[in-house]
């Protein structure tokens, strides 16, 4: 039988939506019908509580609107479920769906229902934050710009703000209230109000602001439980601090946290000093839940947080090991809901990143900005696995404090109190090996383990969990010092994966009444049978797979036991299919499994040949590889196993970029161009945050509705005599700069230092630019100043004191040798936010003349520019535009995740805008950096097809300029991937409502 992949995909989704639930035990699945059946959602001081079951919440934070293709939003989040996470939490920010008081777009890269059904589909729970403050390292911290120019102090009780607020909620709530979960209509969990709120703690304004969202949230239809995300560990904002409107038991207390790596793991829960500061013991009675917790960590522009080497060094410095030690400190501490923040950082294309951050907002995560998976999901997948195949994880008490052999072991020990189960979480503080024994309790005696061999081994700066009376499948672990990752009954037998690190010797008990049969199928381990104690020991060094069949001498059924280091355990993979569990062996990536009668229909990906093996369901006898039959036969190991590999992605070459096209641009800069259509820029009150200069009128952008990219001032006056220089006065986030003109002839660039490592946080720079007037232009008569200002992006607004409504822009312009001051006529042209591309958003242009003329859209008809090869070394002052087309033929069924390159000398001062067929996919600075590389997500890019490049480089004028080299670079490549709808190239399908 074969399948092709539309009948598959077909096929699969309809299974996807219909599969267990991650909260259901593997082996229960949920009747088709049953999908629109309401859960009761609860909590206890242990964990969350659905129907009744418990839930320990595994989960990682990914952005939909950093990524801007909602097809890939089905490969991120199955990325996430199959690597073991059961939730994903989802910023909501405003700004991205808001172009104006009362317009709000959830169409397109903005559909929030699409994600939301997507998420339900793919079996993984959803955390919902949709502030309205969010943060996030987004401009404004997620507040529209229009925001900016109202009145009212944001994030307070204030009846302006809050009726703006409202809007949003109303607007973000009829969408999420129907996918709850609660109510049967979706995943939907949880649903944060608000986010890091430490102000207004005790005037009464702070408690109203989050009664009234409380309040309002419900009033609109959540019926999951709510959360705040205290910043820090404050014990701010716990049940009880403001009013829930008489509802208890539906709100719970979360706190956040990004220890250095190189500190040791914190204990924020049992373990620690208690109290409101102490994490989770600020609220007893609910769960520790840490809404974020470090994943990696962000950079500034010039990358001065890793020394330069950008997000390589995020991940470098938070790896594999940094997320057992971390995340497993946070488990040992009672933590059962922790949000891993980010799990897929994505990209903060067009004008979104904050002052903080540049472009790549990849953010050292598991899953990188290109979607490949990263060897972080390892130990993610090894415990997230591990916490759904061992419930007895999700409730434990602090026990009895036990000494392991060396004091260099950091020891955790926690029991079940319902099911008597030991976890003895062990980490190594010191850089070196550390071999040791720890006595653990073994139905209530005593037993030093291992009880042979060279002891338990942690690797320098490691942590593992062993575990002492669980469950696999149908028979009883007395205690592993390998840790447990999966175990299930599949078919007629009883599978348990258990793994660590290469090398580490490991040693099992198992309870047996009799002497079973033990055959090591593959690789090396020894046995002993201990009568008297009923107990098989089983004992091994991890090196690949060890596979260790056991036979019970009573007949029933075997176990086999697979014993992996991480490398192995990679390739590991289970999907809950109608028919049970199934766990396949082989290759990078199981999007799912569907079992039709004898047949097991696989989806998913490979980088290289691989292996496939199955374990499935009984009565399973085929198997299909994304809709193409394996030939296959049994193993002894109980498995189906192919007898081909699986085939490598095929070959992909990128085309060079050539055949530029090139045309100069500000043609605002010359003193007879045609400003008349322009807003003048008269005001003289804002509600900006910084002060408007006696006797200037307001010059600032957002004032005027322009908020976001480049801005034009063109000052007229009438000169008397003497001029001799002018300074400009400017506010902007980081990076931020300007250029200058005089009746058309450049004065001179300004630009923002770029930020040491001590300056990285700071949001809003200001500067006075002080050009000599040229003797030529001082005379006396008629005037054109023109400036050129790129404000780069509002400051978030983290301390509540509306520090997003500091100006953007121009904020001051005098004279000297000018007596009295000339009297000047500004006006002021940006990109009109209000009216901005509906397809595209709000964020995705600036004000530069090219994007006012559509010369960065695919259908820009640019036969008429001048044709140019690169390298390019102009040195005059200002703005030119570069466009070429390129087609890619990206094979059907491969996923080829396609970046573009920009290097050149760094000593040449110059910024490149990339927009591919009219997306806006990020800023170059060549002289700054770090960044060189820029994600084209599939479906903005189309693999399959034409696109246009357009770059809108700005030159200093102070060196020669680029670009010199642009090019195509491969990110990841693999056979698989989703099938990607590419996005309109032009705005007709957008709508707003
Ligand atoms: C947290 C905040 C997030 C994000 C993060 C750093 O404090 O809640 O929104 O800013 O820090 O990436």
Redesign the pocket.
């Given at each position: 039988m074969t399948l092709n992949r539309r009948t598959f995909t077909a096929l699969t989704a309809g299974a996807a939506a219909a599969l267990a639930l991650p909260a259901q035990a593997a082996t229960v699945a949920p009747e088709p019908g049953r999908r629109h059946v309401p859960h009761t959602v609860t909590f206890d001081k242990y964990s969350l509580l659905l129907d009744d079951r418990r839930l320990v919440l595994w989960s990682g934070e990914f952005h939909p609107f950093r990524l801007p293709s909602p097809s890939l939003w089905t490969d991120v989040l199955q990325k996430m479920r199959s690597n073991g996470y059961n939730a994903v939490s989802i910023y909501v920010n405003w700004s991205y769906h808001s172009c104006a008081p009362g317009q709000y777009d959830f169409t397109g890269v903005r559909n929030l229902g699409r994600f939301l059904a997507v998420a339900a589909q793919v079996g993984i729970f959803v955390t919902v934050r949709p502030g309205p403050y969010?943060?996030?390292?987004v401009d404004a911290g997620g507040f529209p710009g229009w925001l900016t120019a109202t009145t009212g102090t944001a994030r307070t009780n204030n009846s302006t703000y809050l009726s703006y607020a409202d809007e949003w909620l109303t607007a973000v709530n009829a969408i999420v209230s129907k996918h709850q979960y609660t109510d049967g209509g979706g995943t939907v969990l949880l649903y944060q109000l608000e986010?890091?709120y430490s102000s207004h703690l005790g005037d009464g304004v702070g408690a109203a602001y989050l009664a009234h969202l409380y309040a309002k949230v419900r009033a609109d239809g959540i019926t999951v439980p709510l959360f705040h995300?205290d910043?820090g560990r404050n014990g701010d904002w716990i049940p009880g601090s403001f009013s829930t409107n008489g509802e208890s038991g539906r709100y719970l207390y979360a706190f956040?946290g990004?220890p250095s790596p190189s500190s040791t793991p914190p204990d924020w829960g049992y373990f620690g000093p208690g109290g409101a500061k102490g994490g989770s013991t600020a609220s007893p009675d609910t769960p520790g839940f840490e809404a974020?917790f470090g994943g990696g960590w962000?950079d500034p522009w010039g990358g001065a947080e890793f020394a330069g080497q950008g997000y390589a060094g995020a991940r470098a410095s938070r790896d594999a090991v940094y997320e057992r030690r971390f995340y497993l400190t946070n488990l040992a501490n009672g933590i059962k809901l922790q949000n891993v923040?980010m799990t897929f950082g994505g990209t903060s294309w067009g004008w979104l990143p904050a002052p903080v951050v540049y472009t790549s907002y990849d953010y050292g995560a598991a899953v990188d900005e290109a979607r490949n998976q990263t060897s972080k999901l390892v130990p993610m997948k090894q415990i997230g696995l591990m916490l759904e195949s061992v419930p007895d994880l999700a409730e434990l008490d602090r026990a009895a404090d036990v000494t392991a052999s060396s004091t260099a072991i950091k020891t955790y020990h926690l029991t079940n109190p319902t099911t008597g189960a030991h976890f003895y979480f062990l980490r190594n503080d010191t850089a070196s090996d550390q071999s040791i024994t720890v006595p653990v309790s073994v139905s209530g005696s005593q037993v030093t383990v291992p009880a042979s061999g060279a002891g338990i081994r942690l690797t320098g700066k490691d942590m593992k969990v062993v575990a002492t009376g669980i469950a696999v499948g149908r028979r009883t672990l007395r205690y592993t010092t390998a840790q447990p990752m999966y175990a299930a009954t599949i078919g007629a037998r009883d599978v348990a994966l258990l793994v660590g690190r290469t090398g580490d010797p490991v040693e099992l008990s198992l309870a047996f009444a009799a002497a079973p049969t033990v055959s090591v199928l593959s690789g090396s381990a020894t046995s002993s049978y201990d009568s008297t104690a009923g107990a098989l020991r089983v004992n091994a060094q991890l090196s690949g797979l060890i596979r260790v069949l056991i036979a019970p001498s009573d007949g029933s059924a075997p176990l086999l036991l697979l014993l992996a280091d991480d490398e192995e355990s990679a390739t590991f993979w289970k999907h809950d299919s109608f028919a049970g569990p199934v766990l396949v062996r082989g290759p990078a990536l199981l999007r799912n499994a569907f079992v039709m009668g004898p047949v097991a229909a696989l989806n998913g990906d490979t980088t290289a040949a691989s292996d496939l093996e199955v374990w499935a369901p009984t009565g399973i006898r085929r198997l299909l590889w994304n809709g193409s039959a394996i030939p296959t036969g049994h193993t002894v190991s109980g498995s189906l196993s192919a007898s081909i590999q699986l085939p490598a992605p095929a070959q992909v070459t990128l085309p060079a970029l050539t055949n530029w096209r090139y045309a100069p641009e500000n043609p605002e800069s010359a003193p007879g161009f045609d400003d008349s259509a322009w807003a003048l820029a008269n005001k003289t009150t804002s509600f900006s945050t910084t002060p408007v200069p006696a006797g200037q009128p307001v010059l600032f952008a957002d004032d005027y509705g322009f908020h976001y990219g480049d801005v034009w001032y063109r000052g007229s006056y009438n000169a008397q005599a003497g001029a001799q220089s002018v300074s400009l006065s400017y506010s902007s986030g980081t990076q931020g700069m300007l250029m200058a003109w005089l009746d058309g002839v450049p004065l001179g660039t300004h630009r923002q230092p770029v930020p040491t490592k001590a300056q990285d946080s700071q949001s809003t720079w200001t500067a006075t630019a002080t050009f000599a007037v040229p003797a030529a232009l001082s005379g006396s008569g008629p005037h054109v100043l023109a400036v050129l200002v790129r404000p780069m992006a509002h400051s978030e607004d983290g301390g509540s004191n509306d520090a997003h409504k500091a100006a953007r822009g121009l904020t001051a312009v005098t004279f000297t040798g000018e007596t009295p001051a000339p009297s000047v006529t500004w006006r002021i042209q940006g990109a009109d936010t209000a009216a901005s591309d509906p397809l595209r958003g709000p964020l995705n242009n600036g004000g530069l003349y090219g994007e006012r003329s559509g010369w960065h859209l695919p259908t820009f008809g640019d036969g008429a520019w001048q044709r140019m090869s690169l390298p390019s070394a102009d040195t005059s002052q200002g703005v030119g535009w570069l466009r070429t087309t390129f087609n890619l033929a990206i094979p059907r069924g491969a996923d080829a995740s396609i970046g573009l390159t920009l290097t050149d000398d760094p000593a040449r001062a110059y910024r490149v805008q990339i927009f591919l067929n009219g997306w806006n996919l990020g800023q170059y600075i060549n002289d700054v950096g770090p960044q060189h590389t820029f994600v084209l997500p599939n479906g903005i890019l189309r693999t399959r097809g034409r696109n246009t490049l357009a770059l809108a480089v700005l030159r200093d004028g102070t060196t020669p300029a680029g670009p010199s080299s642009v090019s195509l670079t491969l990110l990841g490549l693999t056979a698989g991937g989703v099938p990607v709808e590419d996005l309109p190239l032009t705005a007709t399908g957008g709508r707003r409502h």
């Open positions: 969010i943060n996030a390292e986010n890091e995300n910043k956040d990004y974020e962000f923040y």
